[in-house]
T-cell receptor, first 115, second 115 residues
Framework: DTGVSQDPRHKITKRGQNVTFRCDPISEHNRLYWYRQTLGQGPEFLTYFQNEAQLEKSRLLSDRFSAERPKGSFSTLEIQRTEQGDSAMYLC?????????????FGEGSRLTVL | GENVEQHPSTLSVQEGDSAVIKCTYSDSASNYFPWYKQELGKGPQLIIDIRSNVGEKKDQRIAVTLNKTAKHFSLHITETQPEDSAVYFCAASKAAGGGADGLTFGKGTHLIIQP
């Protein structure tokens, strides 16, 4: 296992279509995070899971967005009825739930372009 | 919520010189301050972090300082090399690994190392 894997790396879609991104975290990591990054900005927190439980959602995560981590391993992020403002890089990160060693390991992201 | 300001947005230095990037944060409850390096087309990678019980931390050419009273922290890179060219992000959170609220990132500094 070489790190956090995200698929697809690039997605171009038309406004109104649904898209789904997948994230495979580092295998022993039980925390999984989704962030969104737009051009020239830092990543913005969307949501996170501890095992299969979704414990926190940002107000950035509108009702068109849904994230799941059904078996506590991989996660999916679905965006319904995409809008041009959804165009961004969607980053997944994972970490171990451990006292002092909480480093987040990021994947290389899934870039979404909504036409 | 937490707000992280980062300066400068672009920094150009001669190879071999030092580079300093500064960040301020607003939430006095934040106690974990990581720095990430992001190269083009890749996800952010942790380069160093500091916790609020420490004022300074060093790792080879990279050092971070933290002033909790003033709520600011800085990244210092000495003897800069061409491979240091990238976008650097500071971040803050209430727990290592991002915790329940996730990391709050600054807007990034594009560091350019001039040969």
């Amino acid at each position: 296992d070489t790190g956090v894997s995200q698929d697809p790396r690039h997605k171009i879609t038309k406004r109104g279509q649904n898209v789904t991104f997948r994230c495979d975290p580092i295998s022993e990591h039980n925390r999984l995070y989704w962030y969104r990054q737009t051009l020239g900005q830092g990543p913005e927190f969307l949501t996170y899971f501890q095992n299969e439980a979704q414990l926190e959602k940002s107000r950035l995560l509108s009702d068109r967005f849904s994230a799941e981590r059904p078996k506590g391993s991989f996660s999916t992020l679905e965006i319904q009825r995409t809008e041009q403002g959804d165009s961004a890089m969607y980053l997944c990160a994972s970490s171990l739930l451990a006292g002092e060693n909480g480093e987040l390991f990021f994947g290389e992201g899934s870039r979404l372009t909504v036409l | 919520g937490e707000n992280v300001e980062q300066h400068p947005s672009t920094l150009s230095v001669q190879e071999g010189d030092s580079a300093v990037i500064k960040c301020t944060y607003s939430d006095s409850a934040s106690n974990y301050f990581p720095w990430y390096k992001q190269e083009l087309g890749k996800g952010p990678q942790l380069i160093i972090d500091i916790r609020s019980n420490v004022g300074e931390k060093k790792d080879q050419r990279i050092a971070v300082t933290l002033n909790k009273t003033a709520k600011h922290f800085s990244l210092h890179i000495t003897e800069t090399q061409p491979e240091d060219s990238a976008v650097y992000f500071c971040a803050a959170s209430k727990a290592a690994g991002g915790g329940a609220d996730g990391l709050t990132f600054g807007k990034g500094t594009h560091l350019i190392i001039q040969p």
